[in-house]
């Protein structure tokens, strides 16, 4: 960590922040995001900068994958959102992703 409190990332790597938040009766949002990053690091050279932490009510992670990604995987994980909320039969479940600069 640099003087100014921002964090190092890799050089070439774009850091985001993912979260999940559950709602009543939705699955384990824990789970949930790890089943993403799992899926994300098969197709991107994803690291993973802060662990994933939380549990079933809510859970965050910081990765990071190389710049020319940073659309792609936020287009995916939207997809991914999007998927998880139609097998649930409703929007069971919250999904954010942000830059973490």
Known sequence: ???SGQKDYPK???PLRIRAVRKLG???ASELLSKFIDWAAEKYALMRIEPL???KE???AVISV???DRERIRIDFNIYA???DEAAGTESIYFHMESAF
Do not use: L, N, V, Y
Request: proline share 10%.
């Open 12 to 14: 070439g790597h774009f």
């Open 58 to 60: 809510q859970a965050e």
């Open 82 to 84: 999007s998927q998880t």
């Open 66 to 68: 190389p710049f020319p």
């Open 1 to 3: 960590m640099d003087k």
């Open 53 to 55: 932490c939380g549990g």
């Open 26 to 28: 939705s699955e384990d």
